[in-house]
């Protein structure tokens, strides 16, 4: 069985989505000094690859410490987006045949826009229409997870609509993964994993994000 890594190393001066906390890593004990290296880490919870809770847009929604495990890892579904242009909005029609009438709850765009990570074209990257979203929603999809830093527009806050794929979503108590590494590699059907740091009545939080292909691991089903 193998297992791929999806997440970005979290590093001093990474690129955050623009307004958010800055990530910081220093050494505040050493082995020489103090007997241990010990590094202070200082970052925002929508740093690196992360999972959006519903309470990030939601008033009295549930926070990253109420996701059961169970939410986040099973069959996902991949659906390879390849040749996206910037700013490009990906419509119903351009994923349906690959949705088909069922999807698993784990699905995944991936667009290949990560090889852009760091860069500011990173920020003008593609996003997904609302009918599209809604057209995964209602074939069974409770996780959407991302090789962009958002479903919806970057910095777009002209209209009502700026975040509808966010609000539809979280509104839903759906989940939201964001900033996924390497997800073009993976096959159309493979099991992944989103493991977050379980920080108690948060908002969102970096997670480890992992694919296993091959044999998968055994799960337990989501409630």
């Known amino acids: 069985m193998q297992m791929i890594d999806l997440s970005h190393p979290l590093h001093s001066g990474m690129q955050v ?16 000094a103090d007997g ?18 519903p309470s990030h847009t939601v008033p009295g929604g549930r926070t990253v410490s109420q996701l059961a495990l169970s939410e986040l890892t099973g069959q996902a579904l991949v659906i390879g ?10 419509d119903w029609p351009r994923i349906s045949d690959q949705a088909g009438h069922a999807v698993p709850r784990l699905v995944v765009l991936a667009t290949g826009w990560d090889r852009h990570f760091g860069t500011q074209t990173y920020l003008d990257h593609p996003v997904i229409s609302l009918d599209a979203v809604t057209g995964l929603w209602n074939r ?4 959407l997870a ?6 919806d527009a970057t910095m777009r806050t002209d209209s009502p609509a700026a975040f509808a ?26 099991t992944i994993g989103f493991f977050p740091l379980p920080l108690a009545g948060a908002d969102g939080a970096p997670v480890r994000a ?14």
């Open 36 to 53: 241990a290296d010990v590094t202070a880490v200082e970052l925002g919870s929508h740093s690196g690859t992360h999972v959006d809770a």
């Open 210 to 223: 992992v694919a296993w292909l091959g044999q998968p691991p055994v799960f337990p089903p989501a409630q």
């Open 165 to 190: 794929v966010h609000e539809f979503l979280l509104g839903h108590d759906g989940l939201i993964v964001e900033n996924l590494r390497g997800a073009s590699t993976l096959p159309a059907s493979c």
């Open 81 to 90: 987006l390849h040749g996206v242009r910037a700013g490009e909005l990906i």
């Open 146 to 151: 991302l090789d962009t830093p958002s479903p």
């Open 140 to 143: 069974g999809m409770r996780l």
């Open 17 to 32: 989505y623009p307004g958010d906390p800055g990530v910081h890593l220093s050494t505040v004990l050493s082995r020489d």
